[in-house]
């Protein structure tokens, strides 16, 4: 059998209702251009009123874009980053990041379930202080981790501070910024600028939208000349209402938390069928929209041969991701599990 939607990754989804609804609204008739435009001005305010602060926001075509462009505003070409091992600027921007900032080095660090600690942190700042090592300048969080784990209000906390003491900015890539929110139940401001975070690169195209993330500067004055780092990386949209638009149709009512917890209940209905699987043994603690897991003998390749699509090896070589996206049914949960414990 075929089937229609995957467990590959949230951006093998289609636009969401909310999103396409805006994107039809902002078609009609004639816009002023290049960010100038009504619907950019109320969906920065539409974000300004959900971060309860007057951040300055900017709109950009994807994820690696937000993130090597804030990254080279928070660093000198001096400076390094620090973050995980598994984070998506380090292993999956092809060196956007150093590209964009002019070669700020990225320098990675350990730590379990796809977090850093602040010991590692403060390690990797203090053990060095000469002329001739990259002098840490930022501090990169994914939240959602690149394991599905999401940082607790007081890890978060602990690393701001740590950062603090340490003299360094603070960038979160929140490709699922939306997905970690909705698991924890907390205002977005608790775990971005009130505890300490000086830009948020808000995801857009995983949490339902086509195409498009919000750059979020807390701290303003790192913003200074970001629209012409936008423009010269290519990434000032001409018809720009179609990239902030949808903003504002995932935003009303709160349809981006909406889809968000629907996703992350998908994760957990796949991971309590799987679960019980002989020979399956879940990787994480499943705290968002994806599930990692061992699938046994050669039941994963078996389950593509059906048609089904997801990526074995993106971490460890014998571990399955199972992401799900909004547009994901308890019946293709279901449907999956059911033809897994049939292949077992
Ligand atoms: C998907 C993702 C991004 C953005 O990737 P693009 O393909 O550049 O849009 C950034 N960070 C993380 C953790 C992601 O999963």
Not at 147 to 158: F, K, S
Not at 170 to 185: S, Y
Request: hydrophobic residues 40%.
């Amino acid at each position: 059998m075929s089937h229609t939607r995957h467990f590959a990754s949230d951006n093998y989804s289609g636009v969401c209702p909310e999103a396409w609804a805006a994107m039809a609204e902002a078609n009609r008739d004639h816009e002023v251009s290049y960010g100038d435009d009504h619907w950019t001005q109320r969906a920065s305010d539409a974000l300004r009123a959900v971060f309860e602060t007057d951040c300055e926001v900017f709109f950009v075509f994807n994820g690696t874009s937000a993130n090597s462009l804030s990254l080279a505003s928070l660093c000198q070409s001096y400076h390094s980053v620090l973050c995980h091992d598994l984070a998506h600027i380090e292993t999956a921007e092809c060196g956007a990041p150093e590209f964009f900032s002019n070669g700020s080095k990225i320098l990675t660090l350990p730590g379990d379930n796809g977090k850093v600690r602040p010991d590692t942190v403060e390690n990797a700042v203090r053990r060095r202080s000469d002329i001739h090592y990259p002098k840490p300048g930022a501090l990169s969080l994914t939240q959602v981790t690149e394991v599905g784990t999401v940082y607790t209000p007081a890890e978060i906390a602990a690393l701001t501070e740590t950062a603090r003491q340490c003299g360094l900015r603070v960038h979160m890539d929140g490709a699922r910024f939306a997905n970690a929110v909705a698991t924890l139940g907390v205002a977005p401001a608790d775990i971005t600028w009130r505890a300490g975070v000086d830009v948020l690169c808000f995801g857009g195209s995983k949490n339902g939208m086509a195409l498009g993330e919000a750059v979020v500067f807390f701290n303003r004055d790192l913003a200074r000349d970001f629209d012409y780092r936008c423009k010269q990386g290519g990434q000032l949209a001409s018809k720009m209402r179609f990239l902030s638009a949808p903003w504002l149709g995932m935003l009303k009512d709160g349809a981006w938390l909406r889809h968000a917890r629907h996703t992350n209940a998908m994760a957990q209905r796949l991971a309590a069928g799987l679960r019980p699987i002989p020979g399956v043994a879940i990787s994480y603690p499943v705290q968002s929209n994806s599930v990692f897991a061992r699938l046994p003998g050669t039941t994963g390749r078996q389950m593509n041969d059906l048609g089904w699509k997801f990526y074995t090896g993106v971490i460890t070589p014998d571990e399955s991701r199972l992401m799900c996206s909004w547009d994901t049914t308890p019946e293709d949960v279901d449907q999956f599990v059911a033809d897994l414990k049939r292949l077992v």
